[in-house]
C-alpha cells in the first residue's frame, strides 16, 4: 500500500509540476455583422412631362428660349432626341422634311448645337455630369432656342402640317 500511496504522490507532484508551468490561454470570441444599406437613384428636370410649342414654319429665326434646370444624385446625362429627324411634312408623308438647329449653353458658355436628323436614330447628348455628390450639389442649368433649317428653297413655305417630338432626357450613369 506504501507503494501505491508514494506512486500517486508522485503521480500528483508530476502534475502540480506541469499545470504550474504551462502558460494560461485568454480565451477570445467575436461576431462580425455585415453592414449594407441603398440610396435610390433620384434625377429630377424641371420642367418634366409634357408640353407643346407651335413652331412658325415661315421664321428662319431662332424660335424662342427654353430652360431646364437638372440634378441627380449620381453621375447623368441630358440628351436630346427627334421622334422624326426634323419637322415631318403629314400631307406629304413626310417627303418634306425640315430639319432644325437646338442650340443649348450654360448662361452662353459651353454652347452645344445639335441638329435634329442627327438625334433621330439615337440621342445626342448635351451635358455629362461624373461626379457622385448628392442631388442638391450635382446639377445645372441649359437654356436653349431651335431655329429651322432649310436645306433648299424648295422647302421654304410649303404648306401643309408639321410635327416633331423633341425629348429631353435626364439619365443616371451607373
Known sequence: MKKIFAASLAITAAVLATS???????????FAIA??????????LTPEG??????????VTD????????????????SLQSQ???????ESNGAVLIDYDIDSSFLGFNRVTVN????????ATIVT????????LNGGARQGDLGLS???????AVAGTYSDTLTIKLAANF
Open 50 to 59: 409634357s408640353g407643346s410649342y407651335n413652331v412658325n414654319m415661315l421664321d
Open 84 to 90: 422624326n429627324g426634323g419637322m415631318r411634312h403629314q
Open 150 to 156: 432649310f436645306d433648299n428653297l424648295a422647302e421654304y
Open 35 to 44: 453592414l449594407s444599406g441603398t440610396v435610390a437613384s433620384n434625377c429630377e
Open 20 to 30: 504550474a508551468s504551462a502558460q494560461v490561454v485568454k480565451d477570445s470570441e467575436s
Open 63 to 78: 424660335q424662342g428660349l427654353l430652360a431646364i434646370t437638372y440634378a441627380c444624385n449620381s453621375p447623368y446625362t441630358v
Open 129 to 136: 455630369d461624373s461626379d457622385w455628390k448628392n442631388i442638391a
Open 116 to 123: 435634329s436628323a442627327n438625334m433621330k436614330s439615337a440621342p
